[in-house]
C-alpha cells in the first residue's frame, strides 16, 4: 500500500501530445499524469520553453534546433518519454468532403 507522500510524489506519465507534428515555434500540447512541480521539456533531447497549464496538461513550444524524436517531461520525482515520436514537420490536414446523396 502506498503512503501518502508516496501518492503525491509520483513519477509523471505522458500519454499523448497534438499535434503529432510541429515545426519551430509551434505549441505542443501535452497530456498526462503527475505533472507536479515540472522542470523541464524536451523534444529529442532538446530543451524546450513550456507552460503547466495543470497537473495533467502542459503547452510546449517547439525548440530552435529540435529533431523528430519523443518528448520527454522532468518532474523532481522522475521523466516520462513519450511512447510516439513528435515529427518536427510541417502538419498536413485531410480533410475528407461531406457526400450526400439528394
Same mark, same amino acid.
Given at each position: 500500500m502506498l503512503d501518502a &507522500? &508516496? &501518492?503525491?510524489? &509520483?513519477?509523471p506519465a505522458i500519454t499523448s501530445f497534438f499535434p +503529432?507534428? +510541429?515545426?519551430?515555434g509551434a505549441t505542443i @500540447?501535452?497530456?498526462g499524469s503527475d505533472f507536479t512541480d515540472v522542470t523541464d521539456v524536451r523534444?529529442? +533531447?532538446?530543451?524546450a520553453i513550456f507552460s503547466?497549464? @495543470?497537473?495533467? %496538461?502542459i503547452n510546449a513550444t517547439v525548440p530552435a534546433g529540435a529533431?523528430?524524436?519523443p518528448i520527454s517531461v522532468t518532474t523532481t520525482y522522475? *521523466? =516520462?518519454? %513519450? =511512447?510516439a515520436n513528435f515529427?518536427? =514537420? *510541417?502538419?498536413?490536414?485531410?480533410?475528407?468532403?461531406l457526400v450526400s446523396k439528394l
Open positions: &507522500a &508516496a &501518492a503525491v510524489n &509520483a513519477v +503529432g507534428c +510541429g515545426l519551430t @500540447s501535452i497530456r523534444f529529442n +533531447g532538446t530543451i503547466k497549464l @495543470s497537473n495533467t %496538461s529533431t523528430t524524436g522522475g *521523466t =516520462a518519454t %513519450s =511512447a515529427f518536427v =514537420a *510541417t502538419c498536413y490536414l485531410q480533410f475528407m468532403p
